[in-house]
């Protein structure tokens, strides 16, 4: 059965157990930052990796980039980032906090008035200067999103890879957007990152194409681990469309704070190479060389938060079961995103050949698996740790173990225990790994 949580006990098991701490909390912490602990690094660079493995080693038609954060100024004017990347704020006059015009309904969200100043615009990128010299000629952007990286490089890529449409180009990396109201944890923030294609086709198959990669990423959320009644798709109605885009669909996920987007698909057009071209004066077109045509491929851009999956991964994990007289609580991460694939535990921490052995093996299962020992507790309290975090198999060694050369292997799902010889441990759990 589904377990409601809410936000608070996912905020606070973040913490407890070194998954996302707030970011400088020494000093009070500073709003809308957070950084990823031990735990929290480990499960957002399986997030990443089960990514890239999707929409590029997967697939014979997509190559990776790894562009740089600050580009040339005139990469914002091109995109229209540096006139029309804007929000409206509006503040209350009552209490004078500032919120988006289209996340407020009539009332104020804090102090429920209905007095706010006229709405007015407000760039969310994020300004810097390059060099000794701040002034107008040492302006810089982080970039508030990596796709344009990709735009830029198209020639590169095509020159160096020779691809022919339709193909892709991904990328995962940091982005910046000066949030008016940043919040909800790790939902948005002002420095984030992002997981994005940008699918290079024909125009007449642009349709088409879009509809596979809105199927294709939804169902990714899925094969991740996320429950199909938790995850929707919706498309953005005309009067939300970028005014150059043909379509956008959001996948978006049943967070406890609501229905809420992970990654919109969409249609971008030609406008992107188009622009860069008229920009920059060079030529961006595609040489389809068998008919000898030069146009601008039409874009399709999945795009998605690297910190919002992972939160959706957590929330979506999180189980409580009454054991007996207790709450059990479980991270029911799929095989793939669990953090910590095996633990190995000692049953008597003060026989130190039961502690010899168990260290062996974790060093040996380190190899291959993500694997922690821990020695710091009676076993059951060892066994609800890890539950706790997601770890799918714990193995323990116990004074049995010295003579039979077996070992116990829990998992953590179903909490049945089995006796596995030693020197069949790695090949019972690659087999359960890869299943
Ligand atoms: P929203 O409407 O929630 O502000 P958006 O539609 O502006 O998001 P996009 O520009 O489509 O977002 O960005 C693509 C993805 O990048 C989003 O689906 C989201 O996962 C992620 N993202 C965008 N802004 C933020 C943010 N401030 N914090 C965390 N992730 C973000």
Known sequence: MA?????????????????????SEIYGGLGSAWDYGPL????????????????????????GLDASILMHPETWRA???????????????????RFRKDHIDEKCPSCGKTDFTEGRAFNLMLKTFLGAVEDESSVAYLRPETAQGIFVNFNNVVNTTRKKLPFGIAQIGKSFRNEITPGNFTFRTREFEQMEVEYFTNPEDAKECHQQWIDERFNWYLEMGIKKENLQLRKHGDDELAHYAAGCTDVEYKFPFGW????????????????????????????????????????????????????????????EEQVKDNTRVVLRFSKELAPVKVAVLPLLKKNSDIVTKAKALRKEL???????????????????????????????????????????VRSRDTMEQKRIPIERLKEYLQVEFSG
Request: hydrophobic fraction near 35%.
């Open 40 to 63: 929290g690094v480990e499960l957002k660079r399986n997030v990443k990796a089960a990514w890239w493995k999707s929409v590029v080693h997967g697939r014979d038609d997509v190559v």
């Open 260 to 319: 809420s987007e992970l990654e919109g698909i969409a249609n971008r057009t030609d406008f992107d190479l188009r622009q860069h071209s008229e920009f920059s004066g060079k030529d961006l077109k595609y040489h389809n060389t068998v008919t000898n045509e030069k146009f601008f491929p039409y874009i399709i851009e999945p795009s998605g938060g690297v910190d919002r999956a992972t939160l959706a991964f957590i929330v979506d994990a999180y189980h």
């Open 366 to 408: 380190q190899k291959d698996f993500s694997c922690v020992y821990d020695d710091t507790a009676a076993i059951g309290k060892l066994y609800r740790r890890q539950d706790e975090v997601g770890t799918f198999f714990c193995v323990t060694v116990d004074v049995q173990s010295l003579e039979d050369q077996q070992v116990t």
């Open 79 to 97: 995109s229209g980032h540096t006139e029309n990347f804007t929000d409206v704020l509006v503040d209350c006059k009552n209490c004078k906090k």
């Open 3 to 23: 377990t409601q949580v809410d936000m608070d006990k996912i905020v606070s098991l973040c913490k407890r157990r070194g998954f996302i701490f707030q970011s």
